[in-house]
Nanobody, 118 residues
Framework: QFQLAESGGGLVQAGGSLRLSCTTSRIIIDFIRMGWYRQAPGKQRELVATINSRGNTNYGDSVKGRFTISRDNAKKTWFLQMNSLKYEDTGVYYC????????????WGQGTQVTVSS
């Protein structure tokens, strides 16, 4: 078993920035992909961004050009830099990992709240 711990959420005005972090108790090379998802009230969980073991990134259409996912292998941490935040970015953000041999993301953090005021 291992843990994922998010941090960095909070309240920010529209147009502002936040940086989320997710730290794992395992080394990052154990994972095929790391990522961020979010869930707004009354909506389904949606993809925000992913980064794979080669450093290739993928973004949800609504955040392209505004959000950046990155990682620091030595710190066993990956990040989500969120710029030009909009009200509709409000939600609970979850970090997740896909381990080698797993078909998809299967381990999740507890979530961190991001609230963007208009």
């Amino acid at each position: 078993q291992f843990q994922l711990a998010e941090s960095g959420g909070g309240l920010v005005q529209a147009g502002g920035s936040l940086r989320l972090s997710c730290t794992t108790s395992r080394i990052i090379i154990d994972f095929i992909r790391m990522g961020w998802y979010r869930q707004a009230p009354g909506k389904q969980r949606e993809l925000v961004a992913t980064i794979n073991s080669r450093g290739n990134t993928n973004y949800g259409d609504s955040v392209k050009g505004r959000f950046t996912i990155s990682r620091d292998n030595a710190k066993k941490t990956w990040f989500l830099q969120m710029n030009s935040l909009k009200y509709e970015d409000t939600g609970v953000y979850y970090c997740a990992v896909q381990r080698w041999g797993d078909p998809d993301f299967g381990s999740w953090g507890q979530g961190t709240q991001v609230t963007v005021s208009s």
